[in-house]
């Protein structure tokens, strides 16, 4: 029998036969308007600040333009929620291999707040620099003594930040990205159970570490031994000292740890969820 489908596994790549391109153009419909919105409110409400300011309504405070991290991880876990649920299953109900939409949604998720990101870049940099060159003629508006320069050094100084920073960020945003599509992943199959999680092992380390520490401080106390109770006061505070230091030393290699782990386990998760029927 003459196998139909050989001349088209033939001339075809594995990016065409596994329908990643029209994941991502289904993505990029979803998700990119939205951040393309974000951005545009975010001018918009600059726009009106200034303008306010500058007619000495209200004051504007020129602080730090850097790129808009906490906003972009936000835009990243609300999406992050739609596509593990709506979008995983109307991809899949067309016969998409799970590689594809499981490599779709984590790409589609880390370019949409890369695109927010980037664009929080040009809004801070416009009002900044409309900030400063309106800065004469507006008494109300505060700009911070390294602002009050002529506009081409401030831009100029403004990019140089950005580019020191950029490449973190953009670093970060991809391990959160990671561990965000792991918890959405998570929700949506064991919504229950995932709650129970995040709010049960949190209180239950919180419990083990300070409880003995409680029980110790109320016998010291009902032995009304000073000196014990100080000592284990200290003892505690150093512990944690060196918890912190710990934690702060090495916090780059623990969060790329559980970006890379939570990666692995959503494919693990998603390649879980049934067929559409």
């Known amino acids: 029998m003459e196998n139909r489908l050989a001349p088209l596994v033939e001339n075809h790549n594995w990016f065409t036969l596994s329908r990643f391109g029209g994941c991502m153009r289904f993505h990029r419909i979803r998700k990119y308007g939205l951040a393309l919105l974000l951005a545009l409110l975010m001018l918009i409400v600059q726009a009106l600040e200034l303008t306010l300011a500058y007619f000495g309504i209200t004051e504007y405070r020129l602080t730090a333009q850097m790129p808009d991290l906490p906003f972009a991880l936000a835009l990243v876990f609300c999406l992050a929620l739609r596509t593990a649920r709506q979008d995983t299953t109307f991809l899949l109900r067309f016969g998409t291999p799970r590689t594809s939409v499981w490599l779709s949604n984590v790409l589609s998720l880390l370019m949409a707040g890369v695109l927010y990101l ?3 870049i040009v809004v801070n940099v416009v009002s900044g620099a409309a900030a400063v060159a309106l800065y004469p003629q507006c008494s109300d508006i505060f700009v911070a003594q390294r602002y009050q320069l002529p506009v081409g050094e401030f831009l100029a100084m403004l990019l140089g930040d950005v580019w020191e920073v950029l490449p973190w960020y953009l670093l970060w945003l991809l391990e959160y990205t990671c561990i965000i599509y792991l918890l959405a992943c998570c929700l949506r199959r064991w919504k229950g159970a995932t709650i129970a999680v995040l709010v049960g092992v949190p209180a239950l380390l919180i419990t083990l570490i300070v409880l003995p520490t409680l029980q110790g401080v109320a016998e010291a106390v009902q032995s009304s031994d000073q000196g014990e109770l100080m000592a284990m006061l200290f003892r505690f505070l ?40």
């Open 118 to 120: 980037l664009l929080s």
């Open 238 to 277: 150093g512990w944690l000292e060196k918890a912190a230091d710990f934690t702060a030393e090495n916090w780059q290699w623990i969060q790329g740890g559980a970006a890379f782990v939570s990666l692995v386990l959503s494919y693990l998760v998603m390649r879980g969820t049934r067929q559409p029927e």
